[in-house]
């Protein structure tokens, strides 16, 4: 059985601030990525406990380049880089029977969220066919496009409502409980370890009862900017059409490479 899980960093145990956690080369950083092992590996290791066979980590935080390779579960294989075009065989594809978030947070505009935003800090929502979605929903629609469903989140509070408002079944794995943009309660990983283990486990034991998420083809997404400058830059990129100020459209059949090659060339 295989497990696909990607993984972010500021729904990750313990990290509050996005200036000096989540930002590589920040004081904080390195202690994050430490943190990062923690989640990452009770989630992995409850995958296995639960009857998985296969791992694939994506490391999707800035340059994807999060991962401690060498205190990474040895029955895992991580994809480093944060290569948006990964080739189908190498990626996320149909041959997998589930999808696992960890670290992830709520969409931008969330309130009460903790670091909430949408891929980068300049976007302030986006609509996959008209319905308001983050990170966790877009992803989970794109796996859905394979038949693959996600079917544990490991985050915050407000990521994981925001997981369970959309998706209506999903293991859900709180590791912090928001308070504000930049504060929340904590839990240590010592207790974030074993929760996150017991809901990839239990996740994976009953893989059968999820449903992939899908959405309708064809896509439509739209994406409005807080800066019209942000709007302008992304304009230029082909396929991608203007339709105010501030926001912009993307349309196509392929809703992977359709997102995966905008966010490419924006980022």
Known sequence: MK??????????????SSERQARPGSDGYEEARRL????????IEG??????????????????????????????KVVVGNPHLVPRELG???SFQGVMMVGYHAMAETKGA?????????????????????????????????????????ADSKGIEEAE???????????????????AVCLPPSATREIIKKRAKIAVE??????????????????????????????????????DEATIQLTGDDLSLMWNTFISKYQ
Not at 36 to 43: E, G, H, Q
Not at 165 to 178: P, R
Not at 213 to 232: D, G, Q, T
């Open 47 to 76: 995958a296995l406990e639960g009857g998985a066979t296969e791992i694939v980590v994506y490391d999707m935080h800035y340059y994807g380049l999060n991962v401690i390779l060498n205190e990474l579960h040895l029955r895992a």
């Open 206 to 243: 009953r893989i059968d009862g999820f449903t992939a998420y899908k959405v309708s083809s064809p896509y439509e997404i739209e994406l409005e900017f807080y800066e019209a400058s942000s709007a302008e830059k992304a304009s230029k990129i082909s396929g991608v059409t203007r339709l």
């Open 165 to 183: 408002k959309l998706l209506k079944d999903v293991e859900g794995a709180v590791v912090k409980y928001a308070i504000a943009k930049e504060g």
């Open 114 to 154: 903790l670091l909430p935003h949408t891929y980068a800090l300049d976007m302030k929502s986006l609509h996959l066919n008209g319905v308001l979605m983050g990170e966790i929903g877009l992803e989970a629609a794109i796996a859905g496009t394979f038949g693959v469903p996600l079917i544990m989140v490991s």
């Open 3 to 16: 497990i696909y899980i990607m993984v972010d960093l500021e729904g990750i145990t313990g990290v509050v």
């Open 92 to 94: 996320l594809n149909e």
């Open 36 to 43: 990062l092992m923690s989640d990452l590996n009770a989630a």
